[in-house]
């Protein structure tokens, strides 16, 4: 009979001991994906500052905060002043990127010229897929060259001058 006691007793045992992994198990998993979250939800390494992108999605606003963010590291003490194109930006649905677009004035106070700012942002991960800024005549501000130069730089072509009598 005392047999019969200790079996009886045994997989109430066993049931308790998987609650308990289980738990365990939930528990780790649940700070697992919390932490995993809070990692993409970073924007260009800083921190979201607690926002839960859950229960406020990232948005054409958000967008165009990464963007400013990213041409006032890139642009420096140059960048005077930086303001949203709001009828240029706006979320392409085909590519799934947002595009912001940003009007800015480069330069001194004193003497100053308009650029325009292009950024291409993935709202899955809030980072910046392309960027570049312009002058007002399209010739990019962060690198020595434009495409129009790497053309020059081909020479006349023999359609161009036959072209051109």
């Known amino acids: 009979m005392a047999s019969l006691l200790n079996q009886s007793k045994c997989p109430p045992l066993i049931y ?8 365990i198990t939930s528990c780790l998993l649940t700070v697992y994906v919390v932490n995993s979250r809070a990692e993409a939800a ?24 990464v963007c400013r ?23 392409e649905a085909d590519r799934q990127t947002y595009l912001v677009v940003l009007k800015a004035d480069v330069g001194t106070l004193q003497n100053f010229e308009d650029a325009y700012v292009y950024c291409y942002i993935d709202p899955s991960d809030y980072a910046i897929k392309y960027f570049n800024a312009y002058d007002s005549k399209q010739k990019p501000l962060l690198s020595g060259f434009s495409f129009g130069d790497i053309i020059d730089s081909f020479g006349p072509s023999s359609y161009d001058s036959g072209r051109r009598h």
């Open 42 to 65: 970073e924007i260009n390494g800083q921190a979201n500052n607690g926002r839960d992108y859950n229960q406020i999605p990232f948005d054409t606003y958000d967008a165009t905060n």
């Open 69 to 91: 963010e990213e041409a006032t590291d890139q642009l420096g003490a140059s960048l005077v002043r930086i303001l949203p194109d709001w009828h240029s930006t706006r979320f």
């Open 16 to 23: 308790s001991a998987m609650g308990v992994v289980a738990i």
